[in-house]
């Protein structure tokens, strides 16, 4: 009996789901080339020490470490058991897996800056669309086993790079047919203003994490967490006073009156909202698509605890379909310190490629072309008729059109039963009397349509 | 200072490289989708026990193993210490490590058609191209990390498959540029009929391992190795005939005269003549390229110790490049019998990417394109003239221009070393009187070359 089965989490894709998968990654791919970024690839297995410590405790306990082959050497015997014995106390030992798969694609990317720094020239643009494995617990839409979809500039402080990151959001959404996304849009400076305004740095990361649940809990539930934190009611007052400010679809001089007044006992506030107001001018000034509409610049968004240090972005899926974040990304400020090579600042971008999945799913946005692999099946009446069709074959295949011959000479029934499963549109059906007639019938599977052609005829049907 | 390193045996793939590599792949994908062929992912990870025991006692050692998460569960430490120490003895046990990472793409194929058995429409064909792991040791042209690329047609008979997978193989060759590729054909039905009318079946598994090395020690090397083993002089002396016959370029009457004349007395032998007969036919019958002056038929193909069971096939790189093999196949019986479901014969081929990737190098076989990313480079005079530029780029985008603005206002001198760096082959040059004039500057970069074009023009031009 077959009880084969595939580890939990992870996926066999079969051919729809690939051509609708691909037809997502093209779009990113070919969108992202269009603005000058390069792809790169680094390898699935990374050291361990590159990786461990680089996602904080949660993080490092969900990297999947990989055994080192030939353990079973007598000389290392004892090693290799004190060093299974820490791997049972939950400690970091890389004596028996010295390597491991890896998690993200921001930290192998910073690895590859930091290996190949005197190489590189920067600006330096790269995008990257591979898999990441994480042990989480598998559950809805979240897997082991994942692609992620990044870009990044680095090397480069421009504002420029972010005004471009937010029209690749645009261009990749609207030719995906999701062009009433939102793009949500906050600053990592902004955040630390206000928290320097209203007194609560000592509070900032526990702040953060709160501010950051507002998707889920609403405005409402977060003041409620944020009362709380044990922080004087004068000081959680003004920080309340933020989160009630209703933004506008775009930044409009009102927001930037409140965040200047507000925020003036700041520097490094002000200078969020002057990054922000720069940011949105350039997009007015710059925009011939329709950007500006689905920007919403929105003070509760945090990205979590991440490395962030100016503009943060994330993109929401239509709210008619409840998804939620499609995409995010920010700017920081060092990539490379970790690796021994300071001062490289950065802005990048991700696309959520198994939610926009779900959202062109649930809206039905995929294209006819993904249902269809095969176009034309070429039926078998016997061997002679079966010569002449590879021969025909090869030269529809030489124009593009994608066919096959049914192997076997079985009913014709099999054969039609066979091209309604691939949901193959075209048959062509070859008899002795075709053969002798150098033509062949041509059938519309769909309509029942039938017609008999020549083979140039043959050939420029648009299939 | 920077250490950081990728692990032994793995790659990074910069921008070019990759471009390169997806020149490769994307050959071979779109010939495989002429040919009906449909794609299929299945995940790097496997269940361990879906993988042990599939590729002998060598392969089983070299399948990289995942430590289970969560083994700092004192309920389960003394059971982790006892399955751990199995491991240093050198014994499969899945307990601390269920899962492992792929080794091939046949078996996880297998795995995924015993799963799946019930859903899919056969003859089924499909086609992966993935990376796959192998804890070898890493040497030159040899990886931890590589992709295989493979084609399968599974649930038929038919020696038509095996036909359109020798098509394949001159399709894709000579989209690369690679006509003078050869393809080496035999059937393990011949080798077996050999075997049987000289006497030596109890030796099959050895002879076949020695005849397996003609390559690397030539047909003199093998006669050696075989008289080293105890069999009969007359035996022996009948063994070498065959290795000795100079079989030619396509198969003609002398050949299939000896063989059938000197197979006469094994079944299987005559049905392994009467196979190749066939094939040959039907591609001199229905071959519009010309695939027959490629087909070689040699009685030393017998590629290693694999499942095969008819026609097998080795592709050989042009002599002058002496790369050897790039590619292989063959015809087997029984896919998913190991998964609990039997009966289910099959043939596939798969390209070697790498060697590929080589011969192509060595041969400068490389388009153009693969150099160049970004197509054409703004540079960067000023705020005024870098939001002009961000509207220009929007239009040059739209017509799949891939463009790109060098994000800082520094001096031209840094951004035309940016563009040669880059391999950037037009600058396009805005400075104040450009922008109240609304045209710009196009420089070829090659030639020095340069024009004022308006925004028309500009859209215009074949980058």
């Keep these: 009996m077959n009880k084969s089965t595939i580890p939990q989490g992870t996926r066999d894709f079969g ?34 020490e590159t990786l461990m410590g680089k996602y904080g405790e949660e993080g490092d306990k969900l990297i999947f470490k990989i055994l080192n082959n030939g353990l079973d050497n007598p000389a290392k015997y004892d090693q290799a058991k004190a060093d299974f014995e820490k791997i049972l106390e939950g400690k970091n030992v890389k004596g028996i897996t010295e390597r491991a798969l890896k998690y993200d694609l921001t930290i192998p990317f910073a690895r590859y800056v930091a290996m190949n720094y005197g190489q590189l020239s920067f600006p330096f643009k790269r995008y990257q669309i591979q898999p990441v494995w994480r042990a989480d617990r598998p559950q809805k839409g979240r897997y082991r086993e994942f692609y992620q979809c990044d870009a990044d500039v680095v090397g480069s402080h421009s504002l420029l790079n972010d005004v471009e990151l937010a029209y690749i959001y645009n261009d990749v959404f609207k030719k995906l047919l999701i062009p ?160 021994g090579v300071p001062g490289i600042p950065g802005v990048g971008i991700s696309f959520g490629v198994d939610r926009i999945y779900d959202v062109m799913e649930e809206l039905k946005l995929f294209p006819a072309e993904v249902h269809i692999g095969t176009q034309v099946l070429f039926f078998n009446l016997g061997e002679a008729e079966s010569s002449y069709a590879l021969r025909l074959m090869q030269d529809l295949r030489n124009q593009g059109i994608r066919c096959e011959l049914y192997p076997e000479q079985v009913k014709l029934d099999k054969q039609f039963k066979y091209a309604e499963k691939r949901n193959i549109p075209y048959a062509v059906i070859i008899g002795s009397k075709e053969l002798e007639e150098k033509n062949a019938v041509l059938k519309n599977l769909k309509t029942g349509e039938q017609q008999v052609l020549d083979k140039d005829k043959l050939l420029s049907i648009q299939y």
């Design 180 to 339: 009433d996304f939102k793009l949500q849009i906050n600053n990592r400076k902004i955040l630390k203003g206000i928290m320097q305004v209203c007194g609560v740095e000592d509070l900032e990361k526990k702040i953060i994490v709160i501010i950051d649940k507002t998707d889920k809990i609403g405005i409402d539930g977060v003041i409620k967490e944020l009362e709380k934190e044990k922080i004087d009611a004068e000081k959680l007052q003004k920080l309340i006073s933020f989160y009630n400010f209703k933004t506008q679809t775009f930044l409009n001089e009102a927001t930037i009156f409140f965040l200047k007044e507000n925020l003036a006992g700041s520097d490094i506030g002000i200078k969020g909202v002057q990054e922000i107001e720069n940011f949105f001018e350039m997009i007015k000034q710059s925009d011939v698509s329709d950007l500006t509409s689905k920007l919403h610049l929105d003070l509760t968004l945090a990205r979590g605890l991440e490395y962030y240090t100016g503009i943060i972005f994330e993109a929401k899926a239509p709210e008619k379909v409840k998804i939620g974040s499609i995409g995010g990304g920010g700017r920081y400020d060092d990539l490379t310190g970790l690796f």
């Design 15 to 48: 051919p729809e789901t690939v051509r609708k998968r691909n037809h997502i990654f093209n779009i990113i791919r070919n969108i992202f080339e269009l603005y000058g970024f390069q792809p790169l690839e680094t390898p699935a297995l990374e050291n361990l």
